[in-house]
């Protein structure tokens, strides 16, 4: 590999790095999950934001770069497919896993749960990956729980930016071409960062 190309990427990972998450508590606190053993768990992904566009804009763009042999098409059911394929599991399984043996768990379609957790997502940064240059994929998100029987009563909702995501890094570089596992592994960091904030912060 040629080193400007070395230099580049190397660039570009303490870029990536470099980006620190924020969390921006909105309403009710940490503390009002105190005792709170499996959450309900559903999306919202409407009105979001991709870069700088509206979703459907943003799509328009894609697949208008991708008009013939049904790319397009395929590129625009992929998006919409990855949320229940990729994203939702990732978010449920990285969240699940940090608590041991299931003390606290989020799954979808817990009808029963008394709370719901809700991720809305607000905005998405698809990155890119084009060999030497690499750009993680970034997430705003709205997280909340709510009483499920009694959606008003919040107990809470925090505001978690620029959530990252991005594949293994290798010699030769990070190995996250698609763009649907790109994003995938920012909801993974997500359920993550939600988990250790709710273990750290319930006293």
């Known amino acids: 590999m040629k080193l400007k190309s070395m230099i580049v990427m190397a660039a570009m990972f303490f870029t990536v790095m470099g980006m620190a998450q924020k969390v921006t508590l909105l309403s009710g606190d940490f503390q009002n999950l105190k005792g709170i053993s499996e959450y309900n768990l559903t999306f919202d992904y409407e009105g979001l934001t991709v870069d700088r566009v509206s979703e459907e804009q943003f799509l328009a763009d894609k697949m208008k770069k991708r008009e013939g042999n049904g790319k397009d098409i ?11 394929k990729r994203y939702e599991p990732k978010f449920a399984e990285s ?7 299931g003390a606290v768990k989020a799954e979808e379609n817990l009808a029963n749960a008394k709370y719901t957790m809700n991720i809305k997502t607000i905005w998405i940064h698809p990155g890119f990956n084009v060999g030497i240059m690499h750009n993680s994929s970034l997430l705003n998100t ?10 008003s009563n919040v107990l809470f909702a925090a505001k978690y930016e620029k959530v990252g995501g991005k594949g293994i890094f290798t010699p030769i570089g990070f190995m996250d071409y698609n763009t649907g596992y790109r994003i995938s592994e920012g909801y993974a960091k997500l359920g993550k960062t939600v988990a250790s904030n709710i273990k750290k912060k319930i006293k």
């Open 74 to 84: 395929a590129f625009k059911e992929n998006w919409f497919a990855d949320r229940e």
């Open 95 to 101: 969240f699940n896993k940090r608590f041991k043996k």
């Open 142 to 151: 709205i997280v909340s729980v709510v009483e499920t029987a009694n959606p």
